[in-house]
């Protein structure tokens, strides 16, 4: 009986620790992979939109594989090449104020929904427009500006940790000339170890002139940024009576060596399908055990309370113990920086594995409390 009530208890903890830690630890390290591709590409991430006017100039996106790192270096330098060329090339009607009080530009760049970021591509520059819940820069001092800022004419600034050199301070705050505009630096941007990040800047497009405003866009953000460009072609082709066409994101080493294939979304596949599969392989031989110990329970007159009392409410207390030490883990982990993300993404992460398993840990109690109502005394006394 006492080998009965450890295996069922200790399934449970073994359990639950796992079903937390390991989708913990596999999302963090895929956070963590898509974040570094988002910085090697000048924080923009895969699921970005480029995009400019549509000049009636075809681009087709080129998918190659490289053998060397000198050839992948040479198709991320074309890449750039090219980018350059694109972005002197463009030429739009003028970029004049509306009855709204914001240029046209500004109109389609904020027309786009909710949850995304978008920003004209300047080089080194992002002139930027967010709304709603998006993943902003990762910050290192200081703040990103708001998406009521984003439209402002105060010039305000977030800047790479590399163009803190070129900054000054005046009246207790501090500044820096970019792109001619005396913005103030409200921000540090990047993350613990050096990055591509370091020599970006952000300024609010709002404070940029309209002839700054003129060049590429990118639209990004988690959920489908194709619907969201979508939206704004249809107000530039309103308000402009010029189409946007799409352009190929900017390339990355990453990119060039695996000829764009990634297999990020078939592991996750497999992530999933391995721990249901040892949820429910767990879980079937816990049930046939507990199915016995409540048998047996029952047969020499233990009521349903204490049956409670000594199988349901030890298994939920060794469940959460799991969960518990998922969450003891993953605060180690976030203390020694184990993750190269900002520390409120893997809060999030981790909370978020956490809620999930303790969903699960309900689901089996309630599975439990169903075959103890279900157990047949004389079927159970037999196998016995």
């Known amino acids: 009986m006492k080998t009965l009530h450890f295996y069922s208890r ?6 639950f620790f796992f079903m937390s830690f390991l989708p913990f630890f596999f999302l963090g390290i895929d956070a963590e992979y898509n974040l570094n591709q988002q910085i090697d590409r000048g924080y923009i991430s895969r699921n970005a939109v480029f995009f400019a006017p549509d000049l009636g100039q075809d681009t087709l996106a080129q998918i190659v594989n490289c053998e060397t790192e000198e050839e992948a270096q040479a198709i991320i330098e074309a890449s750039e ?3 350059e060329l694109e972005s002197q090339t463009i030429v739009v009607p003028d970029n004049q104020y509306r009855e709204n009080g914001l ?9 786009g929904g909710s949850d995304y970021f978008a920003a004209v591509h300047k080089g080194k520059g ?5 709304s709603g819940n998006v993943m902003l820069p990762p910050i290192l001092e200081g703040r990103f500006f708001t998406s009521k800022e984003c439209l402002s004419r105060e ?13 000054f301070i005046e009246d207790g705050k501090r500044f820096i000339y970019l792109d001619d505009l005396a913005c103030e630096v409200v921000g540090i941007a990047g993350i613990a170890h050096d990055s591509t990040i370091d020599a970006l800047y952000f300024i609010n497009l709002g404070a940029v002139s309209p002839d700054q405003q003129i060049g590429r866009y990118y639209v990004d953000g988690d959920s489908d940024v194709n619907v969201v460009f979508e939206k704004m072609q249809q107000v530039s082709s309103d308000l402009l009576q010029i189409s946007m066409r799409k352009l190929d994101l900017p390339m990355t080493y990453t990119d060039a060596v695996t000829g764009n294939v990634y297999m990020k979304t078939y592991l996750k596949a497999v992530v999933a399908s391995l721990l249901v599969f040892i949820y429910l ?3 079937s031989q816990a049930l046939s055990a507990e199915r016995r110990k409540i048998g047996i329970l029952k047969v020499v007159g233990i009521s349903t309370k204490n049956v409670n009392r000594r199988v349901h409410w030890p298994l939920l207390a060794w469940g959460a113990s799991g969960i518990a030490l998922t969450l003891l883990t993953g605060a180690i982990l976030v203390g020694i920086d184990y993750f190269a993300l900002p520390l409120s993404e893997v809060i999030r992460i981790l909370i978020t594995c956490s809620l999930s398993s303790s969903a699960l840990l309900v689901v089996w109690l309630v599975l439990f409390d169903i075959f103890d109502r279900r157990t047949d005394l004389r079927e159970v006394t037999q196998q016995c």
């Not at 992002?126 to 967010?130: E, K, Q, T």
């Open 10 to 15: 200790f399934s449970a903890f073994i359990l």
């Open 81 to 83: 090449a090219q980018d």
């Open 103 to 111: 240029t046209n530009i500004e109109t389609i760049l904020s027309s």
């Open 126 to 130: 992002r002139f930027v427009y967010f």
């Open 155 to 167: 010039p305000m600034a977030v800047i790479g940790k590399d163009l803190l050199n070129q900054s």
């Open 281 to 283: 392989s767990i879980l």
